[in-house]
């Protein structure tokens, strides 16, 4: 029998690991046959009135969410999306995003992680790229308001069929109220129904999550059930969770730390009780750790100092934390020594990307490691090269570029062969434009990078991107957007632009590129009208000149 779980179909290019590489992952257990979809229901098998999850005063215990993600998931098939549709989700951390997330694995259908900034400009490219044919959003939230996006995104984007819309304020013009959705009650379909699709394969597109992109447009990276799954379940292991683990989901629910390192997958898989906070504030973490006994939570490096400062005058009880992880963006070492002393709970750090490799420090490594590296490999499987200019290997300890390929790396960006000499080597290792050291122990020290990118405490700005829509503005000819120090974020943004006329101010700016319907963490925190951009022998703009003016 061919246990290939695409058997019978061919899967795209960019969803093709090479065979030899994808038996090795197989006969090594790295990857399973459990579609994502099936996690909820096997809990609730073993233990169904365990907690699985929490949105302020709303429990489910993992009977109820299986079978509500279930009943969605036929309401959803009811409104006629089906295996393999594409359905963009931007929701905030409510239990809702669980729901529709698990609801479309059971339908084999893809969601498309965008996220809660997102607006006009990003959401139309996702749609147009995807042709996606639902979009999921809340009515309101933080004062802006998702029903119009989403009304203009249907008009504007012909595939876009269904508008789901998540809140007490539903109704609008011709969308669906997600609430009717989850109180319709559809027949259940018997497995031997002619109606009913057999489900994913192990092997299909789960989900596509958006990558930082450093070529002007945002990019997709596909990833499938097997390779997701292994990532959840193999960082759920290394963090020691199981049943009576509780995570708590601090940053956005759809960022792939958050949902698999092991974030909410990896605490589901393992049947732990998944805890989400409405906001990253320390006041709100803070209460939901003392009162639901949160033993691991995850946060990028901007929020660290708040957290510390916030123990430090309120004193909550956080007696039940083990683990705080944090990434994103570089940790400085300074901080790191201080989060044990001062929360009472290990730091684990966390080195990852939306194309998939992880880097983690593990819980018994001696400190020295867990201040100062942002962890090795999860998988014994990842592959890591550090390599010169030239692509030759350099020493341990030695700067260079990280390159990797592994059972959970992407091996092509969705829909997207123009980019695979840009991002991938010959041999299919993914070019992640970080500068690395790598100690002898595999542990890796982030020291840089070569892409185009700001990282913005850990919000990444495509530099190319943000260019392109300031040449639109009337009074500029010519723009580069750069990273500059920053206490509170690690980096921001700069644009150097040169003007005709009087150079728009930094507010401007921002509301110009608010109507072009960016979103706002794009917008240049700071903005220097330059007479002209410094240029290379070869004539590209010197960004290493502009990142070195004060
Ligand atoms: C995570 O994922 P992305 O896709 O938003 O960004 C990936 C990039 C990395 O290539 C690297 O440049 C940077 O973010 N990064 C770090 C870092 N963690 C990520 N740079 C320095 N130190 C760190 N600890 O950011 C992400 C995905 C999964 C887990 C954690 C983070």
């Not at 009135?49 to 098939?77: K, M, Q």
């Not at 299909?204 to 002007?216: F, N, R, V």
């Not at 990852?352 to 400190?367: Q, S, V």
Request: include cysteine.
């Amino acid at each position: 029998m061919d246990n290939t779980p695409t058997a019978g179909r061919t899967a795209p290019d960019w969803l093709r690991w090479p065979p030899e590489a994808a038996a090795r992952y197989r006969s090594a257990g790295y990857w399973g046959d459990e579609p994502l979809g099936d996690i909820p229901r096997r809990q609730a098998a073993l233990r169904p009135t365990h907690t699985a999850l929490v949105d302020g005063e709303r429990r489910w215990s993992y009977a109820a969410l299986a079978a509500e993600t279930d009943r969605i998931s036929r309401a959803l098939r009811g409104l006629g999306l089906t295996r393999g549709d594409r359905v963009i989700v931007q929701l905030p951390n409510i239990a809702e995003f669980v729901l529709v997330w698990f609801a479309l694995q059971r339908l084999g259908a893809v969601p498309i992680h965008a996220m809660p900034g997102h607006r006009r400009s990003e959401i139309s490219h996702l749609a147009r790229l995807t042709d996606a044919v639902a979009y999921v959003v809340p009515d309101r939230h933080a004062r802006f308001d998702h029903r119009e996006l989403a009304a203009e995104i249907r008009q504007a984007a012909n595939a876009v069929r269904q508008v789901i819309v998540v809140g007490e304020r539903g109704d609008h013009r011709d969308a669906v109220s997600f609430a009717d959705l989850r109180h319709a009650n559809p027949a259940p379909e018997s497995p031997s129904s002619p109606a009913a699709d057999p489900g994913p394969d192990a092997g299909d597109l789960a989900l596509l999550l958006l990558s930082g992109g450093t070529t002007g447009t945002p990019k997709l990276i596909p990833r499938t059930h097997r390779d997701y799954a292994y990532n959840a379940r193999a960082a759920a292991e290394i963090c020691g969770l199981g049943p009576d683990s509780v995570y708590l989901a601090v940053l956005p629910a759809a960022f792939n730390f958050t949902l698999s390192c092991p974030g909410i997958l990896g605490t589901l898989h393992a049947g732990g009780t998944v805890v989400l906070a409405p906001n990253p504030s320390p006041v709100t973490a803070f209460e939901l750790i003392a009162r639901e006994r949160v033993t691991i939570t995850a946060v990028n490096p901007p929020l660290v100092p708040h957290w510390l400062a916030e123990c430090r005058e309120s004193r909550p009880d956080l007696s039940s934390l083990r683990v705080l992880q944090v990434g994103a963006a570089r940790l400085p070492d300074e901080l790191a020594r201080r989060i044990e002393p001062e929360l009472g709970c290990r730091l684990q750090q966390v080195f990852g990307m939306a194309e998939g490799l992880l880097n983690l420090t593990r819980l018994d490594d001696p400190d020295a490691l867990v201040h100062t590296t942002q962890g090795r490999p999860i998988s014994p499987a990842d592959e890591v090269l550090v390599v010169d200019r030239a692509g030759r290997p350099v020493p341990d300890g030695e700067v260079g570029e990280l390159l990797t390929r592994g059972p959970y790396t992407l091996r092509g960006y969705y829909r997207s062969p123009g980019h695979a000499d840009t991002h991938f080597t010959p041999d299919g290792h993914y070019r992640t434009g970080d500068l690395v050291r790598r100690l002898p122990s595999g542990h890796l020290r982030v020291v840089g990078r070569v892409k185009d990118q700001i990282n913005r405490g850990g919000e990444k700005i495509d530099a190319t991107e943000v260019e392109e829509h300031l040449l639109a503005h009337p009074a500029v000819t010519a723009a580069a957007v750069v990273a500059a120090p920053d206490p509170a974020l690690g980096e921001r943004s700069v644009a150097f632009l040169v003007c005709t006329g009087p150079p728009p101010t930094a507010r401007e700016l921002a509301a110009f590129l608010r109507a072009r319907g960016l979103a706002g963490y794009k917008a240049p925190d700071r903005v220097e009208a330059v007479p002209e951009l410094p240029l290379t022998p070869v004539g590209k703009i010197d960004k290493k000149a502009l990142r070195a003016r004060p």
